[in-house]
């Protein structure tokens, strides 16, 4: 069966859960799910940067306007300005490329022109069958001959190690003190996003050399170093909100339940025992959708549409995304535009439908052009500019 026709049964089965009853929109409060249309719609055009990228995961822009781009498959290359792909990138450990797991995503260090030193999150093969997701920090030498990384340090693991290929997580975003946020999901052992003694289905907060915080919220008991926030499930999405500065977060859910949150220091995110979807069976998940000491989401999708990879729009072509949340989605196949009040999405606008495409990231471009990555064999970056 080829993908196109997996996700075509998916969303049928999405749709059966509807009609049959088993899950509905009337489970979730309007408050949080299912806003309208947006008033204004901007115009635009989507032009072809770069293409022949396999499974690409992350986009990252360099200060020059070269962009790094990381491949599940474990390969990292550099695309120039004139779109032109490198040879993957020398100097890269070795990564676990099953499933969902692989190369994921990489970001900047805040004062890289000063430190060339990028960091990078991926499968990393533990011994045996295990594996988890790492954090690695290196130097990116691009000034002569190849790309490479050097000065490779492993800062963070993921504990405790698993089997498998599901439920990496792993977004990076830097907090405005100089602090990185990790997302890390549960590795499909539910119940672990609940238990504090490991990092499966949290949010952590460490240092640039993989130390941890003074200010960590503390827990009773004892628990993993460096847990933020936990309850999670497979948060696939991070961005620093511009204005106010907090860290938002976007995650998988399973039949149903997709979420955005704003992960707060200490607090419980609910993951399994609170939510809005259902197993894949269709049988009932949760204990219920609201539990004193668990966080409600922002907003919520049901059916879901795969989120993954996210950025608030920070540039100046498109006034009236100004501020806006966009996320891409995979099941979906398309980048969602989410208008926000504060904390509250108010509209949701779908783009880029007509593709037929997985979107797996998006970024605001140094020019002002927002740019996504499509997530398959022969994988795109495109450019969103106004249309004329």
């Known amino acids: 069966m080829s993908r196109r026709a997996i996700v075509l049964a998916v969303i049928l089965l999405a749709a059966i859960g509807f009609v049959s009853g088993r899950f509905t929109r009337a489970d979730v409060p309007a ?10 719609k901007a115009a635009f055009k989507v032009e072809v940067v770069a293409t022949g990228l396999a499974y690409p995961w992350a986009l990252q822009f360099l200060p020059d306007g070269r962009m790094l781009v990381t491949e599940r498959g474990g390969r990292m290359r550099v695309i120039d300005r004139q779109g032109v792909v490198s040879p993957p990138i ?19 260090d805040p004062k890289f022109a000063d430190t060339r030193l990028i960091y990078f999150t991926f499968a990393e093969p533990r011994g045996s069958d295990a594996n988890g997701t790492s954090v690695a920090r290196a130097r990116l030498e691009l000034d002569a001959g190849a790309a490479r990384l050097v000065d490779l340090k492993i800062i963070f693991r993921q504990e405790p190690a698993s089997t498998g290929g599901l439920h990496f997580g792993s977004r990076l975003a ?33 240092t640039t050399d993989g130390g941890f915080p003074a200010d960590n919220p503390t827990f009773p008991g004892t628990a993993a170093p460096g847990i933020w926030s936990y309850g999670h499930r497979n948060p696939q999405s991070a961005a620093i909100h ?66 993954t990879g996210m950025a608030f729009y920070t540039g100046n072509r498109f006034p009236a995304w100004k501020g806006n949340l966009f996320v891409g989605a995979l099941a979906g196949q398309h980048l969602t535009r989410l208008i926000l009040d504060n904390e509250k999405i108010v509209a949701e606008e779908h783009l880029l439908a007509d593709l037929g495409e997985r979107i797996r990231d998006v970024r605001n471009g140094p020019d002002g052009y927002l740019y996504v990555l499509t997530d398959n064999s022969r994988g795109r970056v495109l450019r969103l500019v106004p249309a004329p």
């Not at 408050?31 to 204004?40: G, H, M, R, S, Y």
């Not at 020398?90 to 900047?108: H, K, R, T, Y």
């Open 174 to 206: 830097f907090a405005d003190d100089g602090t990185l946020f990790v997302t890390l999901g549960e590795r499909n052992q539910r119940d672990a996003a609940q238990d504090l003694t490991g990092h499966l289905g949290k949010v952590v907060r460490i």
């Open 90 to 108: 020398e100097g890269l450990p070795a990564s676990v490329a099953i499933n969902q797991g692989g190369l994921l995503d990489v970001a900047l």
């Open 31 to 40: 408050a949080i799910t299912n806003a309208p249309q947006p008033a204004v």
């Open 242 to 307: 511009p204005t106010s500065r907090k860290l938002w977060t976007v995650e998988h859910g399973p039949r149903g339940g997709d979420e955005v949150n704003v992960p707060e220091k200490g607090r419980n995110y609910g993951w399994p025992v609170i939510g809005y979807g259902i197993d894949y069976s269709g049988a009932k998940l949760h204990q219920s959708t609201q539990k004193t000491g668990m966080e409600q989401p922002v907003y919520v999708w049901a059916p879901s549409i795969a989120p």
